[in-house]
């Protein structure tokens, strides 16, 4: 479990194809050991690997065919940055809010706009997630946390303050960039319990 707050942009330092699956190694901007231990659950980029193989500032991931084909980590190249989140404990602070790093589908920036400080970026969505997303709700965008100010049937806008422009990789979007989406899981949930309603 994550909360959506980054907490490091990292670097992709290599990426060894093995078979169908790749493994990344993703260099840290501190010393891992301490963050992470071996099997541990890591955010990259709003996707939740396992980490491995630890050493200094520098852990392996392994991302299957599936991870590869539905998330925008498939088209990772060495040098790309990432944004990186160590699971949840449970004594930390909830930040931002329930995030499981389990991508419900790929996003693309329509469209930013600077405003004084901020900028607002428009989001196309599959119109599949789109039913998931209201003003003032919460969406997980490459893993980060939002808050959503308009959503509609196949696109949602958020607002960026300039920390987040600053220490998260969204800073670097140009649109036709895709990205990673989670909605929220309180949303998901709660149309499975509406429409069990329904049936009985």
């Given at each position: 479990?994550?909360?959506?707050?980054?907490?490091?942009?990292?670097?992709?330092?290599?990426?060894?194809?093995?078979?169908?699956?790749?493994?990344?190694?993703?260099?840290?901007?501190?010393?891992?050991?301490?963050?992470l231990n071996p099997g541990d659950s890591?955010?990259?980029?709003?996707?939740?690997?396992?980490?491995?193989?630890?050493?200094?500032?520098?852990?392996?991931?392994?991302?299957?065919?599936?991870?590869?084909?539905?998330?925008?980590l498939g088209r990772l190249r060495v040098?790309?940055?990432?944004?990186?989140?160590?699971?949840?404990?449970?004594?930390?602070?909830?930040?931002?809010?329930?995030?499981?790093?389990?991508?419900?589908?790929?996003?693309?920036?329509?469209?930013?706009?600077?405003?004084?400080?901020?900028?607002?970026?428009?989001?196309?969505?599959?119109?599949?997630?789109?039913?998931?997303?209201?003003?003032?709700?919460?969406?997980?965008?490459?893993?980060?946390?939002?808050?959503?100010?308009?959503?509609?049937d196949e696109s949602f806008e958020v607002?960026?303050?300039?920390?987040?422009?600053?220490?998260?990789?969204?800073?670097?979007?140009?649109?036709?960039?895709?990205?990673?989406?989670?909605?929220?899981?309180?949303?998901?949930?709660?149309?499975?319990?509406?429409?069990?309603?329904?049936?009985?």
């Open positions: 479990m994550f909360t959506g707050i980054v907490t490091a942009r990292g670097r992709v330092l290599e990426r060894q194809a093995r078979g169908a699956d790749a493994r990344l190694r993703i260099q840290w901007p501190e010393p891992v050991p301490g963050l890591v955010a990259v980029g709003g996707v939740c690997l396992t980490a491995l193989e630890i050493s200094d500032q520098v852990f392996s991931a392994d991302l299957s065919a599936e991870t590869l084909e539905c998330t925008s040098g790309d940055p990432v944004n990186l989140e160590p699971a949840l404990k449970a004594s930390d602070r909830l930040g931002g809010h329930f995030v499981t790093g389990h991508v419900d589908g790929l996003g693309r920036l329509e469209s930013r706009v600077a405003g004084d400080g901020s900028e607002v970026l428009v989001f196309a969505v599959p119109k599949a997630l789109a039913r998931y997303l209201a003003p003032k709700g919460s969406v997980t965008v490459d893993g980060v946390s939002l808050t959503v100010n308009r959503a509609g607002t960026l303050i300039p920390h987040t422009l600053e220490v998260t990789t969204l800073g670097d979007l140009v649109p036709g960039d895709e990205v990673n989406l989670e909605v929220d899981l309180l949303a998901r949930y709660l149309e499975r319990l509406l429409q069990a309603r329904r049936e009985n």
